[in-house]
Structures are given as C-alpha cells and as structure tokens.
C-alpha cells in the first residue's frame, strides 16, 4: 500500500470537547476532495466510553490508529501529538483538534500550493536568487470563530459564537497569529527537530516561528478551516 501524503494527528481528553465537535471534525475529513491521507485519533489516558462505542468507525475508514493512553499526560494534548509524529507514515504532517473542522477542498487545496511552481525572485541588493518554492512547511488561513479584531488587538469573546470571528492567516508567523492546525510540516522534518518537544501551553507559537525562520514557508491564499 502507498504511504499517504498526509497523517492527521487529533488529540482528545475528557470533558474537553463534546462528542459532537469530534464527529464535526471527523465528518469535515471524511468530506474531503482530496483522500490520500490518514487519521491518528488519540486519547488522553483511560476513556469512560471507548471511541468504538462512540463512533461510527466503519465509516470513518481514513482512522489508520486509534489510541486511549494508559497514562494521563494532561499537557493540552501535546504528548499525543508527539505520539502521532513518531507513529505517522504521511509524508506531512497536519494537527487538528476536535473542535477544528477542514473546508472539503482544505488538503486538495494545500496540494495545488505545493505543486505549483512560483517563479524565484532575484534580491535587489545582492542579486542572489531567492528561492520561493520551498516544500517543507505549508500554512493556510483559517476562520477563528469568537475571536474579534479592532485592527490593533485580537481577543476571544465565546469560541461557540459563530457572530463574531476574524481570519488568522499566519502570517507573519509569531505567536497570536497563527493556530496549532495551521501549519503544515513534513514528518521527516519534526523528527529531525525531536518530534513535538515544547509541552508548555503555548508550545505551538513558540515552535512554528522557529520552523519557518529557519525553513521557510508555502502560504495557501485561501481560507481552509475554522477554529471554533
């Protein structure tokens, strides 16, 4: 069988997020155009309820791992990203939290941006061509929905009141400006870097800003997802 181009990795914990927001977030990745990808669904420490009994898995046929960790890590599911890099065999990587949901286009759109070739720009002062087709980390904007914006300022009013929202684009890449699912990175890359090796709370606007000083980035022009 032929390796995906994507593995999906979902951290889950108790109490965090109704059932209904993870099925959300799973019906959006059964809907996508594009399917050359796979699911690692992980939860934190023992489950009241197994996913077997929750979730309808003969019609989520992209979940290739499905885990409820003996141990209780309870560090905003960031161990259980760390599990998936090690685990996946896509060959990027996208994090998605179950109250995260995809656009149907969102992975057939973050395709064409990898395959298309941009022409590379000359700098001005020192006349070295700037290569602009660099393929190691991919971000796209998304919809934060509750988030409001006065053009200085971005705070959170209720994250389940789709009246208010603002796009988080990731760009420039600091931390308040782009989301853990944002940003779009080979495997082969976080393990080079130790896998996901920052478990503080804010771990990803600490990371993601070092990845792409030091790599570069593709931007995907179009809104792919919302973050509720």
């Keep these: 069988m032929n390796k995906p181009l994507f593995s999906v990795v979902i951290p889950h914990y108790e109490g965090s997020i ?6 959300r977030a799973l019906d959006s990745l059964h809907r996508q155009s594009f399917q050359n990808f796979e699911i690692l669904l992980y939860h934190d420490g023992p489950k009241l309820v197994p996913f077997a009994e929750e979730l309808d898995l003969a019609r989520y046929t992209r979940i290739s791992h499905l885990e409820e960790t003996v141990q209780r890590y309870n560090d905003s599911g960031h161990s ?22 995809f656009y149907d286009f969102a992975l057939e759109r ?23 087709n660099k393929n190691d980390i991919v971000i796209f904007p998304v919809l934060m929905i509750g988030v409001e914006c006065d053009g200085l300022r ?9 009246n208010y929202a603002t796009i988080l684009t990731g760009y420039p890449c600091v931390a308040g400006y ?4 944002q ?12 896998g996901w090796y920052d478990k503080s709370t804010n771990s990803d606007g600490v ?22």
């Excluded at 109704?18 to 099925?23: A, C, G, K, Y």
């Excluded at 973050?110 to 061509?129: E, H």
């Excluded at 971005?154 to 789709?162: A, F, M, T, V």
Aim: aromatic share 10%; charged share 20%; hydrophobic share 40%.
């Design 18 to 23: 109704s059932l209904d927001f993870l099925r």
């Design 80 to 101: 259980l990203r760390d599990l998936g890099i090690r685990r996946a065999q896509g060959e990027y990587i996208i994090h998605m939290n179950a109250d995260n949901l």
């Design 110 to 132: 973050i395709v064409k941006t990898v395959q298309t070739t941009r022409s590379n720009l000359r700098d001005n002062q020192t006349g070295q061509v700037i290569d602009t």
């Design 154 to 162: 971005i705070w959170q009013n209720s994250r389940n009141d789709p």
């Design 178 to 181: 782009i989301d853990c699912m």
């Design 183 to 194: 940003l779009v990175m080979r495997r082969s890359l976080w393990l080079h870097y130790g």
């Design 207 to 228: 990371m993601y800003p070092r990845f792409v000083q030091a790599h570069r980035a593709r931007y995907v022009p179009t809104v792919l997802g919302e973050h509720w």
